[in-house]
């Protein structure tokens, strides 16, 4: 908990991934380090103090991904919404409505459309005639590719909507007036995890890396494939390094389910001494990059603003379902083909500060509008109620199912049972542990192995 004396930034971020929890906590810093002079600011604006939370569901990350994403905060806990509700939507006490600060000062929501939208309603419940409350800010993990205006109006009703470019923050004010709600909260960033050392070609060193989606594309064909050129790529070129960046281990779930893992489809295949199979955080691999190759990934996004040359395929086809489709114009789109004869892409200026991954000082004033934004929501002595586009009379037949997935009613309260319990102590809290592990296990053999045999029965 946060200390009553402490005069940093005191920010609360749930998440319900790996990724992110990397741009939750990420966004946190940004947040802090863009708000100076505002009533709450830090006298260290670089060291928000930070409590993270991380949802309860399918895609809860273990130890070892929350590692890799390089994020050196401490650790944060597991929590149901209920219980998210019952920690972050206290405004500790009377003294806060006196002019004392609250619990937090800002709330990070990092979190699938759904989830956004039930916490933006349990929050409004919790501080319902309380005008002294944190700010709520949402936004996206990378490139928004799919179900823009349901995730934008799921995500409606946040002080602070971040868009990482200009390009975004265009299109969501567009969904937004079309719809006929409040734009305002939008605002324009950029993803908070670009950084890193440019990149400088050096001689004797020549690394291909290919960034895998657990989702795009979804059909073990397709992925079997890219694993195929990929391979094949490496024996034209054995003098280069080539290297297959995986998401996630079998077994682990980010936030997309993964079906058909490339490292289960690479058991078997008869591998290229110069190619290998890489885990850890992106920007230690694009460190030692020459050219990243992906179908859509974010990491494309990363490479770029490092100016890594860097590849978007179009193999399997230039289509939405796959993503790709945001990099028209981009200069990267090419195909294997070109690829293995020695093409290079490169990408456009206009492209690349439109999309808010130019790089050079550009990046460094990407921040200027969040700490505007930040600075005067801050500063104010009371905010308005939380006000989602979604309610009970815009979408009846939508809202209470979203609601009810997290245990949530109608009007935001914990449905009876959904209360938050005690934290178990000693024994009973390795018998639940092992409980939810074995659930989630059997969970994840169900998408990975079941799921895709009763597909192929139903084929037949």
Same mark, same amino acid.
């Given at each position: 908990?946060?200390?009553?004396?402490?005069?940093?930034?005191?920010?609360?971020?749930?998440?319900?991934?790996?990724?992110?929890?990397?741009?939750?906590?990420?966004?946190?810093?940004?947040?802090?380090?863009?708000?100076?002079?505002?009533?709450?600011?830090?006298?260290?604006?670089?060291?928000?103090?930070?409590?993270?939370?991380?949802?309860?569901?399918?895609?809860?990350?273990?130890?070892?991904?929350?590692?890799?994403?390089?994020?050196?905060?401490?650790?944060?806990?597991?929590?149901?919404?209920?219980?998210?509700?019952? @920690?972050?939507?206290?405004?500790?006490?009377? %003294? $806060?409505?006196?002019?004392? =600060?609250?619990?937090? *000062?800002? #709330? +990070?929501? !990092?979190?699938?459309?759904?989830?956004?939208?039930?916490?933006?309603?349990?929050?409004?419940?919790?501080?319902?005639?309380?005008?002294?409350?944190?700010?709520?800010?949402?936004?996206?993990?990378?490139?928004?590719?799919?179900?823009?205006?349901?995730?934008?109006?799921?995500?409606?009703?946040?002080?602070?909507?971040?868009?990482?470019?200009?390009?975004?923050?265009?299109?969501?004010?567009?969904?937004?007036?079309?719809?006929?709600?409040?734009?305002?909260?939008?605002? @324009?960033?950029?993803?908070?995890?670009?950084? %890193? $050392?440019?990149?400088?070609? =050096?001689?004797?060193? *020549?690394? #291909? +890396?290919? !960034?895998?989606?657990?989702?795009?594309?979804?059909?073990?064909?397709?992925?079997?494939?890219?694993?195929?050129?990929?391979?094949?790529?490496?024996?034209?070129?054995?003098?280069?390094?080539?290297?297959?960046?995986?998401?996630?281990?079998?077994?682990?779930?980010?936030?997309?389910?993964?079906?058909?893992?490339?490292?289960?489809?690479?058991?078997?295949?008869?591998?290229?001494?110069?190619?290998?199979?890489?885990?850890?955080?992106?920007?230690?691999?694009?460190?030692?990059?020459?050219?990243?190759?992906?179908?859509?990934?974010?990491?494309?996004?990363?490479?770029?603003?490092?100016?890594?040359?860097?590849?978007?395929?179009?193999?399997?086809?230039?289509?939405?379902?796959?993503?790709?489709?945001?990099?028209?114009?981009?200069?990267?789109?090419?195909?294997?083909?070109?690829?293995?004869?020695?093409?290079?892409?490169?990408?456009?200026?206009?492209?690349?500060?439109?999309?808010?991954?130019?790089?050079?000082?550009?990046?460094?004033?990407?921040?200027?509008?969040?700490?505007?934004?930040?600075?005067?929501?801050?500063?104010?002595?009371?905010?308005?109620?939380?006000?989602?586009?979604?309610?009970?009379?815009?979408?009846?037949?939508?809202?209470?199912?979203?609601?009810?997935?997290?245990?949530?009613?109608?009007?935001?309260?914990?449905?009876?049972?959904?209360?938050?319990?005690?934290?178990?102590?000693?024994?009973?809290?390795?018998?639940?542990?092992?409980?939810?592990?074995?659930?989630?296990?059997?969970?994840?053999?169900?998408?990975?192995?079941?799921?895709?045999?009763?597909?192929?029965?139903?084929?037949?």
């Amino acid at each position: 908990m946060p200390s009553r004396t402490d005069s940093r930034l005191r920010i609360a971020v749930l998440a319900d991934s790996d990724t992110r929890w990397k741009w939750g906590a990420l966004t946190a810093r940004r947040l802090a380090e863009q708000a100076p002079g505002a009533e709450s600011a830090a006298t260290d604006p670089a060291a928000p103090e930070l409590d993270g939370f991380l949802l309860r569901g399918r895609a809860t990350p273990t130890p070892r991904q929350l590692d890799e994403v390089g994020v050196a905060d401490a650790a944060p806990s597991e929590v149901t919404m209920a219980q998210f509700l019952a @920690e972050t939507g206290e405004l500790r006490d009377a %003294g $806060a409505e006196r002019g004392g =600060r609250p619990r937090y *000062d800002v #709330v +990070v929501l !990092a979190l699938v459309g759904g989830a956004v939208q039930a916490a933006l309603h349990g929050l409004a419940a919790r501080w319902r005639g309380h005008a002294r409350r944190p700010v709520v800010v949402t936004g996206y993990v990378g490139v928004v590719y799919e179900k823009l205006a349901d995730g934008l109006l799921l995500r409606h009703g946040a002080d602070v909507v971040l868009a990482n470019s200009r390009h975004d923050a265009d299109r969501f004010r567009a969904v937004y007036q079309g719809a006929g709600a409040d734009h305002g909260a939008v605002t @324009e960033a950029a993803l908070p995890f670009l950084g %890193g $050392a440019p990149y400088h070609p =050096r001689a004797g060193r *020549d690394t #291909v +890396v290919f !960034a895998a989606q657990p989702s795009v594309p979804e059909s073990r064909a397709d992925r079997r494939y890219l694993l195929d050129r990929l391979v094949g790529h490496a024996r034209r070129h054995p003098g280069r390094e080539v290297v297959l960046k995986l998401r996630s281990k079998p077994g682990e779930h980010t936030t997309h389910l993964e079906e058909h893992p490339f490292q289960k489809l690479a058991r078997g295949m008869d591998l290229p001494p110069n190619f290998s199979l890489a885990y850890g955080n992106m920007g230690e691999v694009l460190d030692r990059a020459d050219l990243l190759v992906t179908v859509s990934s974010t990491a494309a996004l990363e490479a770029l603003h490092r100016s890594v040359p860097t590849a978007v395929l179009t193999d399997l086809g230039v289509r939405e379902v796959l993503g790709n489709h945001h990099f028209l114009g981009s200069g990267c789109l090419t195909s294997w083909d070109r690829l293995d004869a020695g093409h290079r892409p490169t990408p456009d200026p206009a492209w690349l500060a439109a999309q808010g991954v130019a790089p050079g000082d550009a990046y460094h004033h990407a921040f200027d509008h969040v700490r505007e934004r930040m600075s005067e929501l801050l500063s104010k002595k009371s905010l308005p109620p939380i006000a989602p586009y979604y309610t009970a009379l815009t979408a009846p037949g939508y809202l209470p199912a979203v609601l009810a997935r997290h245990h949530l009613a109608p009007d935001g309260t914990p449905l009876p049972g959904a209360a938050p319990a005690a934290e178990p102590t000693g024994v009973r809290r390795v018998i639940r542990d092992a409980v939810r592990d074995a659930a989630r296990g059997a969970y994840r053999h169900g998408v990975q192995r079941v799921a895709p045999v009763i597909r192929r029965m139903g084929e037949l």
